[in-house]
């Protein structure tokens, strides 16, 4: 302008002249003011398809980018405030991060509260750039205004890292102790963060937990039982030192429950519903296999279960959460009565969730309060009705588990209809459910066999594989029922071959029993008039319907054949079906009828002997399936050998419970058996037995009879044993081994090498007691790596005696076909001075001599 004034001489002209310029290059230089938040709002708002909206939201962007390029600190806030939104809409925002930061430093308190909100957001711990904010939020949490450290405790509290939070900790622990309710109430919160990233830090904050349930504040009182619950729930040494607030905490919630209309905290006329329920989530904890606690929170618990309102959803919450609480702790029978009863009342709600809730909660009860629970058993049943299927699956699940011996007709009649009428995703699990119960508590052989096959009739096509070679087993054993089986089984297809399952039972009991089913001899019901050429009518049907699979027709050609030899009429008939079927295209079904026609032509001496009807089934496990074996191309269950009845109690784990001893898909258990005492079961806790070893057997936890059982597998253990002892003496000279002692329990082992087999290692253990007390429920298991297949005897006795008075002793039979060096792995489970034992070892010193 001056050089302007000097060029013109300062005349009018060179005056108006150099303003003129001035203007311009003040107006090129400026950038437009971006336009408001709520004004973003609006335009998007107005965008009437995706991309019309993305085109806006781009276009924002580089306005807002190029802001922070020109570093304008006049509307970085603005900015930052948009960018935040885009960010909320899905967009990305990552390039606002450093901005937040600039913004967190800023002195202004409407700048720190955007950045501290945009770090929130658009910051995690997995970004470095976080860190730079340590020192800003240190600043601030020493601050003069309450508010810009209530704005760094939350920013803290919700992306603070590890490195951070051990960084910040005095600064929150400070902020705990202060008079401020404002701020503790967020430090305590803040603490929660602390805990949850750096638990060591814990001991730091528990001198400032002494005064926090003295504080009349509200807001101070429910993040502090908030922190109490967090440092319970991470440190055993924490909940035993907090359980002497039991006391001062039932006296707050009573205070909640008797205090009067209190406007600043009433919701839906109930005082502080938030804080009630966090306190009772804590006393929950605190109560837990504690006598003492429990007994001092039983009184209170009541009045909450008695003095809430149920008209209101907040109510509800409150009664659900008193329910939980006195379920876990060691409560009174009465209070664990009212507790059911208040989850009873629930099933009536016309709210879903609350239904919902209930069932589910009822469910996890049923086991330890059965009695309680069947006191709603009518209305668990109406529920099977209810149209949402979460609501449907609950009850019938919790339906199944109050089946017992009383009410089994009842319940079963209900749970048929339910069959009947639901969707197509329950009827698997129902039918299985069905099975399972008919099979532990039916009050007679008939109403087991009509229940089975209603359920064929209703959802065969549902059922479980094994549930076909159960009926029939089941079918079997009941001979004085064949005659009223068969004929119910041949009036149930007629016409109908939809149900698969039910066909292959119908055709093979038909093929058992078909000449019962011809003679009439039915005393059940009224019996029916049925020939020979009806009853091979059917059975060609079956064989020719469109509807019938590989399997069912061979059932059908089988049961056909079986025919041959008790009808006397009809046997030429029967030939010419076999015969066609020879050149059938389904292989199998070819291979069926060659091998029966070669019956007919070379072997017919030996057909009424190879086709006689199947003797009884005997079952080696309850509530399990048979083992299947091949007759005549025909899958059927065959009979077990059978164990002798084990003298001690039975154990309530299965063989198959110790697949998860060893982990993995290619694990078998080799042959099941176990101590004649209760074991322990092996679920969950078995997991870390074997470790980074791979193994192949693995003991399981099925009774046995001290002797020897007749297994049918593996093989290498039943070479010669009929006909020559398993091991003799070639090996007395490989030395004994210690493999474990600790805490006055011995183990050790000494070794034979097998007679037949020189590839099986005998080893007996001997276990020896050198405390005061004897150590009872003993259980020894053992795994070895894949290579290796293993077998473990019952033991002599489930009690060590004490003082060395005597030895439990156990046989393990270890194959070692490669030869390779042995290794193990066992776990000791026992109870001494009233206390449950347990532990793990390796054991890898054995002497050559045992596997070489």
Same mark, same amino acid.
């Given at each position: 302008l001056?050089r302007?004034y000097?060029?013109?001489?300062?005349t009018?002209f060179?005056?108006?002249?150099?303003?003129?310029?001035y203007?311009?290059?003040?107006?090129?230089?400026r950038m437009?003011?971006?336009?408001?938040l709520?004004?973003?709002?609006?335009?998007?708002?107005?965008?009437r398809?995706?991309?019309?909206?993305?085109?806006?939201?781009?276009k924002?962007?580089a306005a @807002?980018?190029?802001?922070?390029?020109?570093?304008d600190?006049?509307y970085?806030c603005?900015?930052?405030a948009?960018?935040l939104?885009?960010h909320?809409?899905?967009?990305?925002a990552?390039?606002?991060?450093?901005?937040?930061?600039?913004?967190?430093?800023?002195?202004?308190f409407?700048d720190?509260?955007?950045?501290y909100l945009g770090?929130?957001l658009?910051l995690d711990?997995r970004?470095?750039?976080?860190l730079l904010?340590?020192?800003?939020?240190?600043?601030d949490?020493?601050?003069?205004?309450q508010?810009?450290?209530?704005?760094a405790?939350?920013?803290?509290?919700?992306?603070g890292?590890s490195?951070?939070?051990?960084?910040?900790?005095g600064?929150?622990e400070k902020l705990?102790k202060?008079?401020?309710?404002?701020?503790?109430?967020?430090a305590a919160?803040c603490?929660?963060?602390?805990i949850?990233k750096v638990p060591?830090?814990?001991?730091m904050?528990?001198?400032?937990t002494?005064?926090l349930l003295n504080?009349?504040n509200?807001?101070?009182l429910?993040t502090?039982v908030?922190l109490l619950?967090e440092m319970?729930?991470?440190?055993?040494?924490m909940?035993?030192?907090?359980?002497k607030?039991?006391?001062q905490l039932?006296?707050?919630l009573?205070?909640?429950?008797?205090?009067g209309?209190?406007p600043?905290h009433?919701?839906?006329?109930i005082s502080d519903?938030?804080?009630?329920?966090r306190?009772?989530?804590l006393?929950?904890i605190?109560?837990?296999n504690?006598d003492d606690?429990s007994?001092?929170?039983?009184?209170?618990?009541?009045q909450v279960?008695t003095?809430?309102?149920t008209?209101?959803?907040?109510?509800?919450?409150?009664?659900?959460?008193?329910?939980?609480?006195?379920?876990?702790?060691?409560?009174e029978s009465g209070l664990r009565?009212?507790a059911?009863?208040?989850l009873?009342?629930?099933?009536l709600?016309?709210?879903?969730?609350?239904?919902?809730?209930?069932?589910t909660?009822?469910?996890?009860?049923?086991?330890t309060?059965?009695?309680a629970?069947?006191?709603?058993r009518?209305?668990i049943?109406?529920?099977l009705?209810?149209?949402?299927?979460s609501?449907?699956?609950?009850?019938?699940?919790?339906s199944?588990a109050l089946?017992n011996?009383?009410n089994?007709?009842?319940?079963m009649?209900?749970?048929?209809?339910?069959?009947?009428?639901?969707?197509?995703?329950?009827?698997?699990?129902c039918?299985?459910?069905i099975?399972?119960?008919?099979?532990?508590?039916?009050?007679?052989?008939r109403?087991?066999?009509?229940t089975?096959?209603?359920v064929?009739?209703?959802?065969?096509?549902?059922?479980?594989?094994?549930?076909?070679?159960?009926?029939?087993?089941?079918?079997?054993n009941?001979?004085e029922?064949?005659a009223y089986?068969?004929q119910?089984?041949y009036?149930?297809i007629?016409?109908?071959?939809s149900q698969?399952?039910l066909v292959?039972?119908?055709?093979w009991c038909?093929?058992?029993?078909?000449?019962?089913l011809?003679?009439?001899?039915?005393e059940?019901?009224e019996?029916?008039?049925v020939t020979?050429d009806?009853?091979?009518?059917?059975?060609?049907s079956?064989?020719?319907?469109?509807m019938?699979?590989?399997?069912?027709r061979g059932?059908?050609l089988?049961?056909?054949?079986?025919?041959?030899?008790?009808?006397?009429?009809?046997?030429?008939r029967i030939?010419?079906v076999?015969?066609i079927?020879?050149?059938s295209?389904d292989?199998?079904l070819q291979q069926?009828a060659?091998?029966?026609?070669?019956?007919?032509?070379?072997?017919?001496?030996?057909r009424?002997?190879?086709?006689e009807?199947?003797p009884v089934?005997?079952?080696v496990?309850?509530n399990?399936?048979?083992e299947?074996v091949q007759?005549?191309g025909?899958t059927?269950?065959?009979p077990?050998?059978?164990?002798?009845?084990?003298s001690?109690p039975?154990p309530?784990s299965?063989?198959n419970d110790?697949?998860?001893l060893?982990g993995?898909?290619?694990?078998?258990?080799v042959?099941p058996?176990a101590?004649?005492s209760?074991p322990?079961?092996?679920?969950?806790?078995?997991?870390?037995l074997l470790?980074?070893?791979n193994?192949t057997g693995a003991p399981?936890?099925?009774?046995?009879?001290?002797?020897?059982p007749?297994?049918s597998?593996p093989?290498?253990?039943?070479?010669g044993l009929s006909?020559?002892?398993?091991?003799?003496?070639?090996a007395a000279?490989i030395p004994s081994?210690?493999?474990y002692?600790?805490?006055?329990?011995k183990?050790e082992?000494?070794?034979?090498?097998?007679n037949t087999?020189?590839s099986v290692?005998? @080893?007996?253990i001997q276990?020896?007691?050198s405390?005061?007390?004897?150590?009872?429920?003993?259980?020894f298991?053992a795994?070895?790596?894949?290579?290796?297949q293993?077998?473990?005897?019952?033991p002599?006795?489930?009690?060590?005696?004490?003082?060395?008075t005597?030895?439990?002793?156990?046989?393990?039979?270890?194959?070692?076909?490669?030869k390779q060096?042995?290794r193990m792995?066992?776990?000791?489970?026992?109870?001494?001075k009233?206390?449950a034992?347990?532990d793990?070892?390796?054991v890898?010193n054995?002497p050559?001599?045992s596997?070489?």
């Amino acid at each position: 302008l001056s050089r302007g004034y000097k060029k013109t001489k300062c005349t009018d002209f060179g005056r108006k002249k150099c303003e003129h310029l001035y203007l311009m290059s003040f107006h090129i230089q400026r950038m437009p003011a971006p336009i408001r938040l709520r004004e973003l709002i609006r335009t998007i708002r107005t965008a009437r398809t995706q991309a019309e909206e993305r085109e806006m939201i781009q276009k924002e962007c580089a306005a @807002i980018r190029s802001s922070f390029r020109e570093e304008d600190n006049t509307y970085r806030c603005r900015n930052v405030a948009k960018l935040l939104y885009m960010h909320m809409l899905g967009y990305p925002a990552h390039f606002g991060q450093l901005e937040c930061l600039k913004l967190i430093a800023s002195q202004k308190f409407t700048d720190k509260r955007i950045g501290y909100l945009g770090a929130m957001l658009l910051l995690d711990e997995r970004q470095d750039v976080h860190l730079l904010m340590t020192n800003c939020i240190k600043n601030d949490l020493n601050h003069s205004t309450q508010f810009v450290q209530g704005l760094a405790l939350c920013t803290l509290g919700c992306m603070g890292s590890s490195e951070m939070c051990r960084d910040l900790a005095g600064e929150v622990e400070k902020l705990l102790k202060t008079s401020n309710s404002y701020l503790r109430k967020k430090a305590a919160l803040c603490a929660v963060h602390v805990i949850r990233k750096v638990p060591e830090l814990m001991e730091m904050f528990l001198p400032a937990t002494k005064n926090l349930l003295n504080e009349k504040n509200h807001g101070v009182l429910h993040t502090s039982v908030v922190l109490l619950t967090e440092m319970c729930e991470r440190s055993p040494d924490m909940l035993a030192h907090f359980r002497k607030l039991v006391p001062q905490l039932v006296r707050i919630l009573k205070n909640l429950i008797m205090s009067g209309y209190s406007p600043e905290h009433d919701v839906s006329g109930i005082s502080d519903p938030f804080l009630q329920v966090r306190i009772l989530r804590l006393l929950r904890i605190l109560g837990r296999n504690d006598d003492d606690s429990s007994e001092a929170m039983n009184d209170i618990l009541a009045q909450v279960a008695t003095n809430t309102e149920t008209s209101k959803n907040v109510g509800n919450a409150i009664l659900y959460e008193t329910v939980l609480t006195i379920m876990d702790i060691k409560s009174e029978s009465g209070l664990r009565v009212l507790a059911i009863n208040i989850l009873g009342r629930f099933l009536l709600n016309n709210d879903k969730n609350i239904r919902y809730v209930a069932l589910t909660s009822l469910l996890k009860t049923v086991q330890t309060d059965h009695n309680a629970v069947q006191r709603h058993r009518s209305t668990i049943v109406d529920c099977l009705k209810d149209l949402d299927v979460s609501i449907k699956r609950r009850a019938m699940e919790l339906s199944f588990a109050l089946v017992n011996g009383n009410n089994i007709r009842g319940m079963m009649k209900e749970l048929l209809y339910f069959l009947d009428s639901c969707e197509p995703e329950f009827k698997a699990d129902c039918a299985s459910g069905i099975f399972l119960a008919a099979e532990k508590y039916a009050p007679s052989k008939r109403w087991h066999i009509d229940t089975i096959m209603r359920v064929l009739t209703t959802a065969g096509s549902y059922v479980r594989d094994d549930a076909v070679p159960n009926l029939i087993q089941l079918i079997t054993n009941s001979v004085e029922m064949h005659a009223y089986t068969v004929q119910r089984l041949y009036k149930a297809i007629l016409g109908d071959y939809s149900q698969q399952p039910l066909v292959q039972v119908a055709a093979w009991c038909i093929g058992e029993y078909g000449d019962l089913l011809v003679s009439g001899q039915c005393e059940e019901e009224e019996p029916i008039q049925v020939t020979e050429d009806e009853v091979l009518d059917i059975l060609e049907s079956v064989l020719i319907s469109n509807m019938s699979t590989s399997v069912t027709r061979g059932y059908a050609l089988t049961a056909i054949m079986k025919l041959s030899t008790r009808f006397t009429c009809t046997v030429n008939r029967i030939k010419k079906v076999v015969s066609i079927y020879g050149s059938s295209i389904d292989v199998e079904l070819q291979q069926r009828a060659v091998e029966y026609n070669a019956l007919f032509k070379k072997y017919d001496h030996m057909r009424s002997a190879l086709l006689e009807r199947m003797p009884v089934m005997e079952k080696v496990t309850t509530n399990g399936p048979t083992e299947i074996v091949q007759t005549n191309g025909e899958t059927e269950p065959a009979p077990l050998e059978t164990k002798p009845p084990p003298s001690g109690p039975q154990p309530t784990s299965q063989a198959n419970d110790l697949l998860d001893l060893l982990g993995g898909n290619d694990i078998t258990p080799v042959i099941p058996t176990a101590p004649t005492s209760k074991p322990s079961s092996a679920g969950g806790e078995l997991l870390d037995l074997l470790g980074d070893i791979n193994l192949t057997g693995a003991p399981a936890a099925a009774p046995a009879p001290a002797s020897v059982p007749q297994i049918s597998q593996p093989p290498f253990l039943l070479d010669g044993l009929s006909s020559q002892p398993l091991f003799n003496d070639i090996a007395a000279g490989i030395p004994s081994i210690t493999a474990y002692s600790k805490n006055g329990l011995k183990i050790e082992f000494t070794f034979e090498r097998s007679n037949t087999n020189p590839s099986v290692t005998v @080893i007996t253990i001997q276990a020896s007691n050198s405390t005061e007390l004897d150590m009872t429920d003993f259980v020894f298991q053992a795994a070895v790596p894949k290579t290796f297949q293993l077998q473990l005897l019952s033991p002599s006795s489930s009690i060590v005696p004490a003082f060395n008075t005597g030895t439990i002793t156990q046989v393990i039979k270890v194959l070692n076909p490669q030869k390779q060096q042995l290794r193990m792995r066992i776990k000791l489970t026992y109870n001494h001075k009233g206390s449950a034992m347990q532990d793990l070892a390796e054991v890898n010193n054995f002497p050559p001599q045992s596997w070489q």
